[in-house]
């Protein structure tokens, strides 16, 4: 029993183990939140408005344990599958490392860093006189995308198909491994994404001109990244970076 010694272990498995422990070191412990130190006197925001809209009865509780808990899991758990598959064969039953594997690697360290990248960015802006006369964070990867933080966490677990490949046995066993990571994808596009922009309609000011202007998730300018990252607004203005709107104040809901 116990682990195995680290000789032991196929590369494939020690980037896994890596690539893992890095994203949840990001999540867990570097991405701020008050429960850590104040405990659990809040709920998140969409606990209360799922309440609202659906009266505390049969139904609402079967849509919570459906839609809140079970579904978030199941979507964990296959998105997991392509790692899963790996740490649970035996590094002897494991293809060599091919170039699948480097690559999705790097794509993989790639989006850790935009999530960080981009909560960091978050943050500060949450400490600025702005965000507290209720303005919306529109700089840097923020004027790329509405959500580049959820960018990267989508494009982490799709990150880790690539790794995959080379002990898929077929076409149909690389899309069972695929179809997690897509649904994950396709689970923050078009259910939660769309539920944040309502909300940010209703508290922040101009954000439906934002709406307008910037996209929800896979920015129209990629290539002009470096720019736009400079961009900063002045006097209601951006100083530039063609990426990013000049926003109007718009009232909210």
Known sequence: GGLMPLEAWHPRQAILCVLLWAWAWRFHLLVPWHGWWRGLDSEDWRY??????????????SFSLSSLHVTPTLLVFFAGMPAWTALATGPSGLAPLAPPDLLGAAAASAAILLEWRADEELRRFRQSQEYRDGGTCCTGLWALCRHPNYLGETAFWLALVPLALADAEGISALCWRAVGSVAMLLFFRFASLPLMDERSCQRRPGYARIMREIPALFPRDFFLFLPTMGARRRGGRWSRGSAAPREREIKGG
């Open 48 to 61: 209360e408005l799922m309440r609202g809209r659906i009266r505390p009865s049969a139904a609402y509780w």
